[in-house]
């Protein structure tokens, strides 16, 4: 799968239909065809072909605030992560909790490539080829229960080897949530990897979500504990400061951030004299994520 890289790519490439095909139960409301038929078409409403970065770029440029506050603290720091023996806890309302290793999380699933934009709340962007695992798919070993609403996710904690923890620059371990529908979307997923390599540690090894539609600060890394809950749990950046960054935290050009416009964005990589791209609604992903927010003020989803 390697050398698909060095063809050309479209979006049609990610996944390949009988994936979509097979998961029937998990896309509530939405037929399998128009979800296969929505992801190939979403590129297509963007305008353009998804020109991936490179890996240079996307693994050193980085926000991961264990390792330090800068760009490239987590590229100098995250050697030090151990990601020796990883398990994930998954407990709350499931029917099977405990301790998953990767090997537990991963048997008899196919790993998938895709292309995804990535939006950051500070208004620069990537667009990151992944490997990975449906959420979804994870999350059916374990068994959802009935009464499940949310998602609550934690990273790691490893004092020695995380600067950033031990000089506390914000609390940890940081946590992040997801309503259970966003959840189980097809969209959304578990990486553990990036250009067909091994998720690098500051991105997030060995396994980290990704929600594209979503602030990046919503695709919590290192994973640690998974819990499925009743109530909507609460996340690090809410917690800092509620009135900048809310639960949903979806891409949306016409709200801005207190302190600055969300309409357009950076693009990494482009050099120093790259024009702004304008900000997509959903991230670009809107004909297939829309739905999930019908009813509600999308001005307030910040
Ligand atoms: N545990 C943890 N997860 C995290 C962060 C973090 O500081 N700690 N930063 C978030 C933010 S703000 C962004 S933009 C993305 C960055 O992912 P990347 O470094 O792979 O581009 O990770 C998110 N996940
Ligand atoms: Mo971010």
Known sequence: MANRWT???TTADITPEPLWLNRRQLIAGLGAASVAGGLAGSAHAAGEALEPNSFEDITSYNNYY????????????AAALDTSNWSIAIDGLVDRPGDYSLADLTDGLTEEERIYRFRCVEAWS??????????????????VQAGARYVAFETAVQPEAMPGVRRSVIPFPYVEGLRLDEAM???????????SKPIPNQ?????????????GFKSIKSIVRITLTEEEPPTTWQN????????????????????????????????LFASRQETLMFNGYADEVAGLYEGMDLSKLY
């Open 126 to 143: 990537m667009v990151v080829p992944w490997n990975g695992y449906e959420l979804a798919d994870l999350l059916a070993k374990a068994g």
């Open 240 to 271: 800092l400061n509620a009135r900048e960054y809310g639960f949903y935290a979806n891409v949306n050009p016409e709200v801005s951030h207190p302190r600055w416009s969300q309409a357009s964005e950076r693009m990494i990589g482009g050099g």
């Open 185 to 195: 979307h097809p969209l959304t997923m578990m990486a553990t990897g990036i250009y």
């Open 7 to 9: 063809n050309t790519f």
């Open 66 to 77: 264990e390792f330090g506050t800068g760009k490239s603290d987590p590229a100098e720091n």
């Open 203 to 215: 991105n997030g090894a060995p396994i980290r979500l990704v929600v594209p539609w979503k602030y």
